[in-house]
């Protein structure tokens, strides 16, 4: 039998399961009417108080590396500070270290204000508090809605990081990758620089900017009015990181030619110096240093002139360093031998009325083709060059390089000039003999020896080696292909003649290496006045040549613009020597084991 009480209780118990039963309902009708049938009201609503936001994602712009691998160019990262006025004026709710908000005596939630937070933001950006605070004061006086201001750009990393543990909801951070070159100078007059927006300005950083170049990515989000990001709302693109562009510098030889360079100019008192090293096997160029220069991480600290790379911009007639070409186009061309001979005075006027000095003073002489190049004779080589018609003259300048600029392609590098052969007046027809009438580079210069110490194959100069790209892929540059200039047996009697030059010429004893066989030659060339004549008394100074002469190995090319203390082509043989022992030490050549076979200079 059923109690009273039992039924009583019954009923409560049933009563109540029908309230909940009612408030859930009620609930799952608000949630329904929410989400499903006035949906898109309230997301307009939310939206309507919503503030869209797009966030960039920087890619790092890839790195600059030598042949070794060793970094010459790479990326930090910097960051903006930016602020949130109309949020960060109401200061920040303080929490305990679970995260939950503190309040006060009277229950309401503790407040740190803005002026209290604009000195904890102060101590890391290193400002006054008074000029962090006011960034927001006064955006608001401005504009009393105001969403966007800057507290301090490009903060370092270790700022950023102090800065997000703050924790401040007002606070964004976007990214500012920036680049940096731990090696300073070394190869700054070919790496370049950026500017501080990231864009490349000079050197292989502009001219290999698509290999090193990152892809920006983005994430856009909407934030409430809380500054709280609305989840769901985010949507990102990511970025892409640039590739790794390797050259064919080796960052420790450059390193040691910038300091020679630096010191040879100086103590000669020219207007600038540089030095190239290349590889006779690949044309690859290993140093190409010059003073002054630029450090790319301090760009304006360098006058606006050595912020680039002279060597590759500058054109000059090469004087003396290109009769071995003329030596090379009369051996083919006008089957002469080391031992055939001309009548060399020291001035000579030839029956088209054109006049030829020697550079010193001396008794006429039955003078060899091997004489010729020993004793530097324009004399004697207008004699053995006009032994050949001017069209086929023109055309072995031009196999050697002349009126093209090189496969380093370089921004601003020249092509160099020649006159038609149409156009020779009576003096050109001779001049052309012994490098006057035409310009070239530095770098050309250094390729017409590659091309004789190789067996008169020209290797296509390179500066870079690949590009390796985001996903590992790896892309070899591709110079050009190697081209015959002159016959092998050619090559061999024109290096043979180099080799006395530096054995019996007069600067030989300055010079000489210990063991080895060198070949080369020097050059004092006239410099231009701007004006159709030359400046007195100064020249634009080279020495060049290869070792081992017996097993050719490397081409050092040193040249100085207008030395004053030594004035002539003498200048370069303290650097030349410096520069070539370093060389063989770094890259461990042996000795030659053989002594240079001594041509005979007059008959």
């Not at 703050?166 to 370049?192: C, K, M, Q, W």
């Not at 200048?571 to 240079?596: G, W």
């Amino acid at each position: 039998m059923t109690t009273r009480a039992t039924r009583s209780q019954r009923r409560r118990t049933v009563v109540a399961l029908a309230v909940v039963l009612v408030v859930l309902a009620a609930f799952v009708i608000r949630l329904v009417d929410i989400q499903v049938v006035n949906a898109n009201d309230h997301i307009s609503d939310a939206r309507a108080i919503a503030t869209e936001k797009v966030a960039e994602l920087n890619g790092t712009r890839g790195e600059i590396v030598d042949t070794t691998g060793s970094v010459l160019a790479t990326s930090t990262m910097l960051y903006d500070v930016q602020v949130d006025p109309l949020l960060a004026a109401d200061g920040v709710a303080v929490t305990d270290e679970d995260g939950v908000a503190v309040t006060g005596d009277d229950g309401q939630p503790l407040r740190t204000t803005w002026s209290e937070v604009a000195t904890q933001i102060a101590e890391v950006t290193e400002q006054s508090p008074h000029d962090v605070e006011a960034i927001v004061t006064d955006a608001l006086a401005e504009d009393a809605a105001s969403r966007f201001a800057y507290i301090k750009r490009y903060v370092s990393t270790e700022q950023y990081r102090a800065l997000a543990e703050l924790d401040l909801p007002f606070l964004t951070f976007p990214e500012h990758p920036s680049r940096t070159y731990p090696s300073g100078a070394v190869a700054g007059n070919i790496i370049g620089f950026t500017g501080s927006d990231g864009d490349a300005l000079e050197g292989l950083e502009a001219l290999q900017n698509d290999c090193l170049a990152a892809t920006d990515g983005q994430v856009t989000y909407q934030r409430g009015a809380d500054g709280v990001i609305i989840p769901g709302t985010e949507q990102t693109t990511a970025a892409v990181d640039g590739g790794t562009l390797q050259l064919t510098i080796d960052a420790d030889l450059q390193w040691y030619m910038q300091q020679l360079i630096a010191e040879e100019t100086q103590r000669l008192n020219a207007e600038w110096g540089g030095i190239v090293v290349l590889e006779v096997a690949t044309g690859k160029i290993r140093a190409l240093a010059e003073a002054p220069t630029v450090d790319p991480n301090d760009v304006g600290a360098s006058d606006p002139e050595d912020r680039a790379s002279r060597l590759l911009r500058y054109s000059y007639e090469p004087g003396s360093t290109f009769k071995p070409v003329t030596a090379a186009t009369a051996i083919e061309q006008a089957g002469l031998t080391p031992n055939s001979t001309v009548v060399a005075p020291d001035r000579i006027e030839f029956p088209n009325g054109a006049v030829i000095n020697d550079s010193e003073k001396h008794a006429t002489q039955n003078m060899t083709l091997t004489g010729g190049l020993v004793n530097s004779s324009n004399t004697a080589m207008s004699q053995f060059g006009a032994l050949v018609d001017p069209e086929t003259r023109l055309e072995y300048l031009q196999k050697f390089g002349v009126g093209e600029g090189t496969e380093l392609d370089w921004s601003g590098e020249p092509d160099g000039t020649y006159i038609p052969t149409d156009q020779w007046d009576n003096q050109t027809y001779y001049t052309t003999t012994f490098g006057q009438a035409f310009t070239v580079t530095v770098p050309q210069v250094a390729s017409v020896y590659q091309t004789i110490a190789n067996g008169g194959v020209r290797m296509p100069l390179s500066l870079v080696e690949s590009c390796t790209k985001p996903d590992g892929t790896v892309v070899e540059m591709d110079a050009g292909e190697p081209e015959r200039v002159i016959e092998e047996d050619t090559a061999e009697t024109v290096s043979l003649m180099l080799e006395n030059v530096f054995t019996q010429g007069t600067l030989a004893e300055d010079i000489a290496i210990d063991g080895y066989r060198m070949a080369g030659k020097t050059g004092t060339a006239q410099v231009s006045d701007g004006n159709g004549g030359y400046k007195n008394g100064l020249y634009f100074t080279s020495l060049v040549g290869y070792a081992p002469a017996d097993d050719p190995q490397y081409v050092v090319l040193t040249v100085f613009d207008e030395p004053r203390k030594v004035r002539m082509s003498s200048a370069n043989r303290s650097a030349f020597k410096k520069a070539m022992t370093q060389v063989l030490k770094h890259y461990r050549i042996m000795p030659s084991d053989s002594e240079t076979p001594l041509l005979p200079v007059t008959r």
